[in-house]
């Protein structure tokens, strides 16, 4: 692959990454929610991993992460990277190149699913087990609701993106 479509790449990547900042700021302080957040952070994620495929999710994911806790003031600690890796991991390996409504219909929930475990599983190593069921439930209780906001918005983000995807897949095949 030539250097113009690597740059055109990581140019997509860095864009979709700040747009997942911004989304996860913007919920911890307009909701005030520090220690719970809501997942809508991953919309870009999932959009990047599908285009691009999952090496590009993952580290959109964990750049993103890296960034929103600085921005946030949060103390980093490197578990809780897990749960935004499994955002841009997953739908990059079910979706990438075969991207269907259909199929993102279960990969939502499934991501949804892994990134509340990883969480639970970092809550869990940080702040004793207490902490971590007493979250679960909410986290469990709240994938489906999320989950067809989630699907809802990356479905039709994707369908507007589309055209400039298909341009995107082709030149890069091309080479």
């Known amino acids: 692959m030539n250097g113009s479509k690597q740059l055109q790449k990581l140019v997509l990547a860095a864009s979709l990454a700040a747009v997942s900042v911004v989304i996860d700021v913007f919920f ?8 719970f957040g809501l ?13 691009l495929g999952p090496f590009y999710g993952i580290g ?4 993103g992460d890296a960034i929103g806790v600085v921005i946030s003031g949060q103390i980093y600690l490197p578990l809780f990277v ?10 990059g390996l079910l979706l990438h190149k075969r991207y269907t409504p259909f199929k993102l219909s279960y990969v939502v929930p499934l991501s949804y699913l892994f990134a509340s475990l990883s ?3 970092a809550l869990y190593i940080y702040f004793g087990n207490h ?4 979250l679960l439930i909410p986290r469990l209780a709240l994938i489906p609701f ?7 918005l990356v479905r039709d983000a ?5 055209p400039f995807s298909e341009r995107f897949n082709l030149q890069i095949q091309k080479t």
């Open 39 to 51: 997942p809508f952070y991953a919309i870009p994620i999932i959009l990047g991993s599908i285009i």
């Open 60 to 63: 959109m994911a964990v750049v």
């Open 131 to 134: 902490a971590a069921f007493a």
């Open 119 to 121: 969480n639970t599983l």
């Open 146 to 152: 999320n989950s067809v906001i989630i699907f809802i």
């Open 82 to 91: 897990l749960a935004p890796i499994m955002w841009g991991l997953i739908p």
């Open 158 to 162: 994707n369908q507007k993106l589309l």
């Open 28 to 35: 911890k302080y307009a909701l005030n929610i520090q220690n």
